[in-house]
Nanobody
Framework: QVQLVESGGGLVQAGGSLRLSCAASGRTFSISTHAMGWFRQAPGKERDEVAAISWNGLETYYAHSVKGRFTISRDNAKNTVYLQMNSLNPEDTAIYYC??????????????WGQGTQVTVSS
């Protein structure tokens, strides 16, 4: 069983920053052989992929709306993936989820999901 726990969400003013963390656990589970991703879902909207990172961090993907403002990173030794979010604006308000990809690179389906952490950006 794989568990993902997101943290770091909260209320921030426009222009501010937040750093989300996603800690993975499981009896024998390690993120070191999996690509990881961050998604977000705003009220009334679909869940969209925001950023993704390959197993070794050498490949990354960013949605156009966050490119240049968000940075995804990982620490395989800590079984944790991060999302640094800068220059936040109200359109970034959403529940943010992390997910584990079946593959080690940036393709394939996501198999496991966290419960999400709320990010609210006030204007």
């Amino acid at each position: 069983q794989v568990q993902l726990v997101e943290s770091g969400g909260g209320l921030v003013q426009a222009g501010g920053s937040l750093r989300l963390s996603c800690a993975a656990s499981g009896r024998t589970f390690s993120i070191s052989t999996h690509a990881m991703g961050w998604f977000r879902q705003a009220p009334g909207k679909e869940r969209d992929e925001v950023a993704a990172i390959s197993w070794n961090g050498l490949e990354t993907y960013y949605a156009h709306s966050v490119k240049g403002r968000f940075t995804i990173s990982r620490d395989n030794a800590k079984n944790t993936v991060y999302l640094q979010m800068n220059s936040l604006n109200p359109e970034d308000t959403a529940i943010y989820y992390c997910a584990v990809r079946s593959a080690s690179v940036l393709y394939g389906q996501y198999n496991y999901w966290g419960q999400g952490t709320q990010v609210t950006v006030s204007s």
